[in-house]
């Protein structure tokens, strides 16, 4: 009786282990980035609770994108408490503020770009979710410079279609920064095969290479996955909703 394997025995062995990793693999990776997805849905989530929550408490006045009238107060500056982070004055009035965990939350698992504008070494903490710069003649939902008013919730006369938080993974999306999501023209594949995290327009919205589908936050407060080839602007700055 043979109690050792021969040579050819064991490298049968080791071929079927190698087959069979090389077909796990894919699988694997794939199922982690879905995971990854979901959690930036909960991410989506929790800002979602953040920025209702804020327009409840502040006359159903949305949320500014950049105030300058408080030494350039952004909207994650306004909504910290509502998102479990305090931040103190110097923290709201400059663009890196001291990182605290629960930022996360502003962040999508997936988003591996670097910025141009600086490293988290340098003080800069990537942002991955971005408010919309829907411009409704010369007012936004989201003001950002002197002289704009916020727009109150009930002026949005398609709620559930219009998005409020997107991805943006360009350079000057990091914490403490004004920037917000506005389309490079109306053509999507512009925007979707831009790679350049400059302080343009320009930016990738397939950052985390899952065939360009974003967890995407309406204003009705409801988030889904979509892909972003799918979406519309009625202008340069109002993204909608096109196909369920």
């Known amino acids: 009786m043979r109690n050792k394997f ?4 064991l490298l049968v062995v080791i071929a079927i282990i190698g087959i069979l990793t090389s077909m796990l693999l894919p699988a694997l990776s794939k199922a ?10 909960s991410n989506m989530n929790q800002i979602a609770i953040a920025l209702i929550s804020y327009t409840d408490d502040n006359n159903d006045d949305f949320v500014w994108a950049r105030n300058p009238a408080m030494a350039d107060y952004t909207w994650d500056d306004y909504t910290s408490s509502y998102l479990g982070y305090d931040l103190s004055e110097t923290d709201k009035q400059g663009e890196k503020p001291a990182y605290q965990s629960a930022m996360q939350i502003l962040r999508c698992p997936l988003d591996d770009l670097e910025r141009n504008k600086g490293s988290e070494a340098d003080g800069y903490f990537k942002r991955t979710y971005q408010l919309n710069s829907f411009n409704w003649g010369s007012q936004r939902i989201f003001p950002i410079v002197n002289g704009d008013t916020p727009m109150k919730t009930g002026m949005i006369h398609q709620p559930v279609e219009t998005i409020m938080v997107n991805e943006q993974s360009k350079s000057l999306n990091t914490v403490g920064d004004e920037s917000n999501v506005a389309m490079l023209g109306a053509d999507i594949e512009q925007v979707t095969s831009a790679t350049v995290l400059d302080s343009t327009l320009n930016y990738n919205p397939n950052h985390h290479l899952n065939n360009y589908r974003n967890a995407l936050l309406f204003i009705d407060g409801h988030v889904i996955i979509k892909d972003m080839r799918t979406t519309r602007a009625n202008n340069d700055w109002l993204w909608k909703s096109q196909k369920p």
């Open 32 to 41: 982690r980035r879905t995971t990854m997805l979901k959690l930036g849905v």
């Open 6 to 9: 021969t040579l050819i025995e």
